[in-house]
């Protein structure tokens, strides 16, 4: 087997063989997410005008994709792979366009096979080309905009040249290296909140998901979907099913009563709100859009607008949209939702959801008062399955839920271990016989 690295737009166009287009911040670590959230498929396309034009005319459900790092206008979702794992987008259409890695994909002229790549599914990817064992690859690094090289994506192409050359590369000196380099920086400047922090930590979570994500024309646009494609099992591997959320419950405690009269368990008193001086609580009014829209991108959930906000007011029970003013400045400082959410893990289950905060106002208990406003409002519109979603990673946000009185929900097999290692980072008692599962 013959090995090629290639970089960049003109790379893509010299590819040969079986072809492999690289981006791993952040179009096809945002792929993978998206694969792993249920979607069918995804059309790539190098322009976002035709990723809207290909939405209107009825053959993809949602456009993803950016515009210098910002979600492209009209788009339902950013670049970003944190965005996406939090998305419902099971069963869907995506429709994706980027500034370099979708421009490579539609570049690369008759491939072998083709396939769309990242750190996240790099062994995954091998194990598929390895087992097809074409005679000639092409590995291509699409570095940033497709026209200057980053660190990232020639690190990916090394290591996945290493993975099919029969190596074992260590992920974790790879992971080191790719934080440390300039281009990773920017997911850690908050004067640049739509490179999310939760970006960079799945980017490099190498070999993070068990598929390839293989690109096929159907009727004339490059298709992407999902195939297996692990590393013979007889060779150590990293890969791994992708990581189901966190998620926490607002605990029960049963009444005093005799059974044949307790036909409900009592729920744990709602928790009391503390706000330092020089703020002000309160619930939403119309007009506070624009701002609250702001906070969330200083938060790191950019891309909110009327739009996106308009299907999670339908889930806003009466009064439970809570904001914290700054009273200095008379600005919106931190917010949070409570939201209906029915399931059959919470029947009529109450969220707390979308707590953020302005950072240059954080260390003040805000995000944790409106946390506690929230849940307050929940138990008092009668909701008993109170609960909230997060990412292992919000070790600061983790911590308040629990200071709060949240407990961890054991909801899969693995989940012991992961609050296990939480609470030894936080400094937490780990007491798995007094939460639910």
Same mark, same amino acid.
Request: hydrophobic fraction near 50%; proline fraction near 6%; glycine fraction near 10%.
């Given at each position: 087997m013959e090995i090629r690295i290639e970089s960049l737009i003109e790379g893509a166009r010299r590819a040969e063989g079986a072809v492999v287009v690289i981006d791993v911040f952040r179009a096809f670590t945002t792929a993978a997410v998206a694969f792993a959230r249920g979607v069918e498929k995804i059309i790539l396309t190098a322009e976002?005008? %035709?990723? /809207?034009? /290909?939405? *209107? $005319?009825? /053959? +993809?459900?949602?456009?993803? +994709?950016?515009?210098?790092?910002m979600r492209a206008p009209g788009f339902d979702f950013g670049n970003s792979p944190f965005e996406l794992s939090l998305a419902d987008v099971r069963g869907k259409t995506l429709i994706q366009s980027t500034r370099a890695g979708t421009v490579g994909v539609c570049a690369?002229?008759?491939p072998q096979a083709l396939y769309a790549a990242s750190f996240v599914v790099a062994g995954a990817t091998a194990g598929a080309i390895l087992r097809d064992d074409p005679p000639l690859v092409t590995l291509v690094a699409m570095g940033a905009k497709a026209w200057q090289r980053s660190d990232e994506d020639e690190q990916c192409a090394l290591y996945l040249r290493n993975l099919l050359l029969g190596g074992r590369p260590d992920p974790d000196a790879v992971r080191k290296l790719v934080s440390a380099s300039a281009d990773a920086a920017k997911f850690r400047n908050p004067e640049l909140p739509q490179f999310h922090p939760g970006d960079l930590e799945i980017a490099l979570d190498i070999d993070r998901y068990d598929f390839a994500i293989r690109v096929a024309y159907e009727d004339g646009l490059p298709v992407a979907r999902a195939v297996g494609g692990q590393i013979d099992r007889a060779q150590p591997s990293s890969a791994a099913q992708p990581e189901a959320q966190l998620q926490m419950v607002w605990p029960e405690h049963l009444l005093s009563a005799p059974p044949a009269i307790r036909p409900l368990p009592a729920i744990r008193p709602p928790p009391a709100v503390h706000l330092p001086p020089g703020y002000t609580l309160r619930t939403y009014r119309p007009g506070d859009e624009p701002r609250f829209y %702001?906070?969330?991108?200083? !938060?790191? #959930?950019p891309g909110w607008d009327d739009e996106k906000l308009r299907p999670w007011l339908a889930r806003i029970p009466p009064g439970s949209w809570f904001m914290v003013v700054h009273e200095a400045s008379d600005r919106i400082v931190a917010t949070a939702m409570g939201l209906h959410d029915h399931s059959d893990v919470h029947p009529f289950g109450g969220e707390l959801g979308w707590v953020a905060c302005d950072p240059a106002h954080t260390g003040k208990g805000l995000g $944790?008062?409106? $946390? *506690? *406003?929230?849940t307050a409002r929940l138990i008092e519109a009668g909701y008993r399955a109170i609960h909230l979603y997060t990412e292992q990673w919000r070790l600061a946000a983790l911590k308040s839920y629990l200071k709060l009185g949240y407990i961890p929900f054991l909801y899969t097999p %693995?989940?012991? %271990?992961? #609050?296990? !290692?939480i609470c030894a980072q936080l400094g937490w008692p780990f007491t798995p016989e007094a939460w639910r599962s």
């Open positions: 976002p005008a %035709e990723a /809207l034009a /290909l939405r *209107a $005319s009825g /053959l +993809g459900d949602l456009c993803m +994709g950016e515009l210098d790092g690369v002229p008759n %702001e906070v969330m991108a200083l !938060a790191g #959930w $944790s008062a409106v $946390s *506690a *406003a929230v %693995e989940m012991p %271990e992961r #609050w296990r !290692a």
